[in-house]
């Protein structure tokens, strides 16, 4: 009578105790599977998210004002020694895309300048009374003006030049749209991740590909438009509406070896601050030789490590599976680690003094990355606007956070992950970011265990079953 229940408890003892078994051999391993990557810097800024006629933004601040805090905190990297600075998501202005920078609007036909205007400013861009020249030189004003987009990525360009450092930015990218419904919808807006190295087009970009639904789109456009057009109405027309990524781009981190040779004595020949007719030229040479090509310009030719970065962009980092499609490639790692852009600024609240608070969404969010850490056997790097951003290692320990005052949402500061502790007065520093080279069973082969158990709790039933209804046909 008790042998099945006593069989069925020591089963879950002895399974137990193999799981337990295995997490203190996999948290015990030796060091020889890790080694030091690169040194990241994060920014964190407290921006609360407001829709006004701006877009989806900081409270009462502009995206250029948004844009400016973060590149100022990042031209306060100087000296840190840094050599991959991240931003939260969607804190640069919008279309730094090397594919907007580097368009030429005059080989455009008139709807598609119209289209490109209308996908900036609105729809007034299709009214009957802006001429073509004016739709042509508002686009010129808008790019290449001198706060325009262009002189923005100059800007940039500059940056990491003189910080030796490549920037990764949360932006939104401007793309032909592959699949048109009409004229006025021939140009698209994604929420994406851009790599600046050391040139003003961007040599990298990962384009969120899982879209939060009713906040970065509403479904339905292309199945059914009637039901979209309906849904759509109850979005507020100041969210832009943004279309998934195809792509699962791994950006390329090439930092150069110490050996103690300063890391800018071979670019003390270039130009600091490269002219207007050198952003003509570069657009140029990398539309003739390729990302790969312009990937190396304005580097010494000295060695580099190579590291191999998958940036999954906010809440996709909630989606298991598509985290690791973006690390594994056919059973072997294709990234070295994860970096995530966040913008939580939705999850805050004023308490009674008026002041802004974090909510627990923001806790959960870094939890979901611990899981990806485990799952993937890489470290995580986040880079949230309102927090939290932090350092999770390969097991799954936080190693970091940026913290003020025993708070770590709603505050700014930059963390500088160089193995360092503490905080310098100017920066909280933590440990430097060690890469792994293990890959996880769930890694090699994803869901197999779920379904090996399905499939034998589903076996289990039928035969118990089978056997009741032949023990009751023997009776």
């Not at 570069?282 to 970065?309: C, L, P, Q, V, W």
Request: proline letters at 5%; aromatic letters at 8%.
């Amino acid at each position: 009578m008790w042998r099945a229940p006593i069989a069925g408890a020591a089963s879950c003892v002895v399974v137990a105790a193999g799981m337990f078994a295995y997490g203190v051999y996999r948290l015990n391993e030796s060091e020889s599977t890790r080694r030091d990557g690169p040194v990241v810097a994060v920014l964190q800024r407290a921006y609360p998210i407001a829709i006004n006629a701006g877009g989806a933004n900081g409270a009462g601040e502009s995206f250029e004002r948004i844009h400016n805090v973060h590149v100022e905190a990042t031209r306060a990297l100087a000296g840190s020694g840094a050599e991959l600075i991240v931003w939260p998501e969607s804190m640069a202005i919008p279309y730094l895309n090397r594919e907007f920078v580097a368009m030429d609007f005059q080989a455009l036909t008139p709807r598609e300048r119209r289209a490109v205007a209308a996908t900036i400013g609105g729809s007034s861009a299709w009214a009957p009374e802006n001429s073509d020249d004016v739709i042509l030189n508002y686009l010129r004003r808008h790019r290449d003006g001198d706060d325009g987009t262009r002189a923005a990525a100059m800007e940039l360009a500059t940056l990491s030049r003189d910080l030796d450092a490549a920037l990764l930015i949360g932006s939104c990218a401007m793309h032909p749209n592959p699949q048109p419904l009409d004229d006025r919808d021939l140009f698209i807006r994604r929420n994406s991740v851009l790599l600046f190295d050391r040139g003003p087009l961007s040599v990298g970009e990962y384009s969120k590909k899982h879209l939060v639904p009713f906040g970065e789109y509403v479904p339905f456009r292309h199945g059914w438009p009637w039901l979209h057009k309906f849904l759509r109405s109850f979005v507020p027309a100041e969210m832009p509406q943004l279309d998934p990524g195809r792509d699962e781009t791994i950006f390329q981190l090439h930092v150069p070896r110490r050996m103690g040779v300063s890391p800018m004595q071979t670019l003390a020949e270039e130009q600091t601050s490269p002219s207007q007719s050198h952003v003509d030229e570069t657009a140029t040479s990398y539309t003739e030789h390729g990302r790969d090509a312009y990937a190396t310009h304005g580097r010494d030719a000295r060695a580099t490590d190579t590291y191999r970065i998958a940036a999954p962009v906010c809440y996709e980092g909630v989606v298991a599976r598509l985290c690791r499609s973006l690390v594994m490639g056919y059973g072997d790692k294709r990234a070295d680690m994860i970096v995530n852009q966040s913008n939580d600024g939705w999850f805050v609240y004023r308490d009674g003094t008026d002041q802004w608070r974090g909510t627990t969404e923001q806790a959960q969010h870094l939890a979901q990355y611990v899981f990806r850490a485990v799952e993937n056997r890489v470290p995580v790097v986040r880079a949230v606007n309102t927090g939290i951003s932090a350092h999770v290692d390969s097991n799954g320990r936080i190693q970091a956070e940026i913290a003020r005052d025993g708070n770590i949402t709603m505050v700014t500061g930059t963390l500088v992950l160089d193995g360092q502790a503490g905080g310098d007065g100017r920066f909280l520093h933590g440990p430097r970011v060690r890469i792994d080279d293990r890959v996880s069973p769930y890694g090699r082969w994803g869901n197999i265990f779920p379904w090996v158990f399905l499939t034998a709790g589903l076996s289990l039933t039928v035969y118990l079953v089978a056997m009741a209804w032949k023990e009751k046909r023997a009776r």
